[in-house]
């Protein structure tokens, strides 16, 4: 099993910077492509935000998202980050981290998946 505990998140208002981190205990961290998913309030799907490769050279984003957030990881520290700046209240939501063998934008695709940490943007 592969635990995956989020943390950053909190409240911030529009076009300002939050940084998510998600951190891995139990298996080989660099076994795995990581990926962000949100749920805004009141829905049930979860959307895709961006993934990053085993390696952390290969990564891919939400049309959404692209330009203003940044997926990096670090596997010596078995962390993935998730940088975004220039926040807009579409960005709220609570914020998964999840791990699988493919680089997808699929939540099916995904094997393991923290809590969630809740962000909220306020205009």
């Known amino acids: 099993q592969l635990q995956l505990v989020e943390s950053g998140g909190g409240m911030v208002q529009a076009g300002g910077s939050l940084r998510l981190s998600c951190a891995a205990s139990?298996?080989?961290?660099?076994?795995?492509?990581m990926g962000w998913f949100r749920q805004a309030p009141g829905r049930k799907e979860r959307e895709f935000v961006a993934?990053?490769?085993?390696?952390?050279?290969?990564?891919y984003y939400a049309d959404s998202v692209k330009g203003r957030f940044t997926i990096s990881r670090d596997n010596a520290k078995n962390t993935v980050y998730l940088q975004m700046n220039s926040l807009k209240p579409e960005d709220t939501g609570v914020y998964y981290c999840?791990?699988?063998?493919?680089?997808?934008?699929?939540?099916?695709?995904?094997?393991?998946w923290g809590q969630g940490t809740q962000v909220a943007v306020s205009s």
């Open positions: 999840a791990a699988g063998g493919r680089m997808s934008d699929s939540d099916s695709d995904y094997n393991y």
């Open positions: 139990g298996r080989t961290f660099s076994w795995y492509n």
């Open positions: 993934v990053v490769s085993r390696s952390g050279a290969n990564t």
